[in-house]
């Protein structure tokens, strides 16, 4: 009875939030790319929800995320794509715990909102994990290519072309995450931005540990007025080969310690597929 008549409130609610927002936030929806997030059509319920309880988007956690967010979308879409996230979680809260609670009480099966919970918490853990695929893909694909990016920009500097003009020619003449980011800055570069500002920029966007010292080591070279950039350029690529080395000897030994458990289980199932007949053919 308590939860029935907590399902016809959760409902109500609902309700209210589907005639109050439901074309509220139109233009926010339709922003979202095809794909990008399952049954984005009803996040206007999380939306509501968020507007109704004044959902702070400058809270620490919220920066944090927004930070994270705006490595795959830029700096000027963070914000959006994670109110998008949190409006996403939240709308599944909010649904999935009315279902689990209509339906726990129409069947009395108490065991259900266990179940519901569950589906709930793994539907925003789900967004959450989309997300940092995202991420972690991103951060791979920019590492694989920074090696080779270094060692054909000290080829060209070295070769007595400038850096700014070797930074435009191995952009163009590369495809990939890296280069892409490469011609974002040389576009900014281009458009008259400053140096130093677009390296920053840069490394704000690449945001991995290597990239950012790159960077980093960029403006320095430009605010000293450094004439050992080709110097600098060597010791970069030939640091950023050898982390290269580590990280495929890491992902080695990790894939190889996955391969354990499953390894374990099939010589497990053999074992029994050959044992279990051979005891019931024995006659004691």
Known sequence: M??????????????????KFHKRFDEVLSGIPDGEYPMSDIYYIGFGFMELIHFDMNSKSARGKIKLISEIYGKQYGPYYFYILRGGQITFAIVLSVLMFLITGLSGNYKLVIAGLTVGGMMVWYLDEVLNDKINSRRDELLRDYPGMLSKLTLLVNAGVPIREAWVRVADDNEGLLYQEMRNTAMELSNGIQEIEVYKAFGERCSIKSLKKFSTMMIQNLQKGSNEVVIFLKDMSNEAWEEKKHEVKRKGEKASSKLIMPIGLIFLGVMILIIVPMFASLRF
């Open 2 to 19: 308590i939860l029935m008549i907590l399902a016809t409130l959760l409902a109500v609610f609902v309700l209210y939030l589907h005639f």
